[in-house]
T-cell receptor, first 110, second 113 residues
Framework: GNSVTQMEGPVTLSEEAFLTINCTYT??????LFWYVQYPGEGLQLLLK?????DKGSNKGFEATYRKETTSFHLEKGSVQVSDSAVYFC?????????FGTGTRLQVFP | DGGITQSPKYLFRKEGQNVTLSCEQN?????MYWYRQDPGQGLRLIYY???????QKGDIAEGYSVSREKKESFPLTVTSAQKNPTAFYLC????????????FGEGSRLTVL
């Protein structure tokens, strides 16, 4: 079946550190891939997306590249800020519904 | 401003009671969704609707009911048949043809006492 696997958190970093949150997927065909972010006490917001292999999605300094050969869509940021502290969800659309991973909590300390 | 409004933000209920969570959107989106969020389990789809007067069950529909009488509104009823209703509930919408690009409300936290 279709599924998304994310690294377990929390991920704890100091400000200005490099961030990687791993995401791999299982799906038939060529799904679209997404990263969503949830700040404390809020709903989710779309962070970035990629719709085909080798596409790179980017927003607010975050990037992720659709790697079909490794079925991955890892989220990266070169220098995190305290304000990036949130839960990050990887998701895919194999057909007509969005399937979410379990989320990875990021904590950034000054 | 355009967006999705969920109410109430916090709700307490006694066992055996039905409760209805409100979701209203003014984005003119055709599709609307209800998700349940539990710690460590991500988001699970309860129900979704792609057009007025039509809706489909998601992965965990048992113990829940919905209606879609207006494009703007998609209320969720948590019935007494739901065995473990304490959770954070999120409503979302998306425009036609943009599956995956969801706009979320701020959520409703339901606690069963």
């Amino acid at each position: 079946g279709n599924s998304v696997t994310q690294m377990e958190g929390p991920v704890t970093l100091s400000e200005e550190a490099f961030l990687t949150i791993n995401c791999t997927y299982t799906a038939t065909g060529y799904p679209s891939l997404f990263w969503y972010v949830q700040y404390p006490g809020e709903g989710l917001q779309l962070l970035l997306k990629a719709t085909k292999a080798d596409d790179k999605g980017s927003n607010k300094g975050f990037e992720a590249t659709y790697r079909k050969e490794t079925t991955s869509f890892h989220l990266e940021k070169g220098s995190v800020q305290v304000s990036d502290s949130a839960v990050y969800f990887c998701a895919l659309v194999p057909d007509d519904k969005l399937i979410f991973g379990t989320g990875t909590r990021l904590q950034v300390f000054p | 401003d355009g967006g999705i409004t969920q109410s109430p933000k916090y709700l307490f209920r006694k066992e055996g009671q039905n409760v209805t969570l409100s979701c209203e959107q003014n984005l003119n989106h055709d599709a609307m969704y209800w998700y349940r969020q539990d710690p460590g389990q991500g988001l699970r789809l309860i129900y979704y609707s792609q057009i007025v007067n039509d809706f489909q069950k998601g992965d965990i529909a048992e113990g829940y009911s919905v209606s879609r009488e207006k494009k703007e509104s998609f209320p969720l009823t948590v019935t007494s048949a739901q065995k473990n209703p304490t959770a954070f509930y999120l409503c979302a919408s998306s425009p036609t043809g943009s599956t995956g690009e969801l706009f979320f409300g701020e959520g409703s936290r339901l606690t069963v006492l």
